[in-house]
Antibody, heavy 117, light 110 residues
Framework: EVQLVESGGGLIQPGESLRLSCAAS????????MIWVRQAPGKGLEWVSI???????DYADSVKGRFTISRDNSKNTLYLQMNRLAVEDTAVYYC???????????WGPGTLVTVSS | QSALTQPRSVSGSPGQSVTISCTGT?????????VSWYQQHPGKAPKLMIY???KRSSGVPDGFSGSKSGNTASLTISGLQAEHEADYYC??????????FGTGTRVTVL
């Protein structure tokens, strides 16, 4: 069964850093493109970052230069390193697997990141 | 990277049909046949319903259908049921390596 489980969220102060993890099972993260999506409380979905199987990455303008996506194939885990966090980064962060045709066919349950002083 | 525009809410009675629009630009919705739709129940993760404009994901009932005309994509739910009450988001490939989601639509079953 294909499954994704995020972890690493929590309460953090503005300006600090946090690393989210997304453990995969049922497939290899290194063979699919993977994304991070976030959802601020009561708001819509926002695409955050993508990591292609070949290693290419990209980021939303709102996080470019602060967030870094990566993976560890040996641990079958996707990561999101978040630096210089701001209050507006408060959200549930989801990881998702890329499907065959520019879609996201499997999502984790999400992990909540709260940035507050 | 502006969000695609969706109506804030739509509603219908059981058995009726509702249609949700998703308006973008020629750089996203209008430029590619890569619009997908996601259903999200409160407190849950999104679920893929439609991809590549009009293809149903595995296990999605045929009451869900997608289409596109120009810069606007649409999701139609036919035979509305109580369990269809949820938030729905469109998403489009926007070229390069980027994607953009819609603002989201709350579907209410009256």
């Amino acid at each position: 069964e294909v499954q994704l489980v995020e972890s690493g969220g929590g309460l953090i102060q503005p300006g600090e850093s946090l690393r989210l993890s997304c453990a995969a099972s049922g497939f290899s993260v290194g063979t699919k493109y993977m994304i991070w999506v976030r959802q601020a409380p009561g708001k819509g979905l926002e695409w955050v970052s993508i990591l292609y199987a070949g290693g290419t990455t990209d980021y939303a303008d709102s996080v470019k230069g602060r967030f870094t996506i990566s993976r560890d194939n040996s641990k079958n885990t996707l990561y999101l390193q978040m630096n210089r966090l701001a209050v507006e980064d408060t959200a549930v962060y989801y990881c998702a697997r890329g499907g065959d045709v520019h879609n996201f066919d499997c999502w984790g349950p999400g992990t909540l990141v709260t940035v507050s002083s | 990277q502006s969000a695609l525009t969706q109506p804030r809410s739509v509603s219908g009675s059981p058995g009726q049909s509702v249609t949700i629009s998703c308006t973008g630009t020629s750089s996203d919705v209008g430029g590619w046949n890569y619009v997908s739709w996601y259903q999200q129940h409160p407190g849950k993760a999104p679920k893929l319903m439609i991809y590549a404009v009009n293809k149903r994901s595995s296990g999605v009932p045929d009451g869900f259908s997608g289409s596109k005309s120009g810069n606007t994509a649409s999701l139609t739910i036919s035979g509305l049921q109580a369990e269809h009450e949820a938030d729905y988001y469109c998403c489009s490939y926007a070229g390069g390596y980027t994607y953009v989601f819609g603002t989201g639509t709350r579907v209410t079953v009256l």
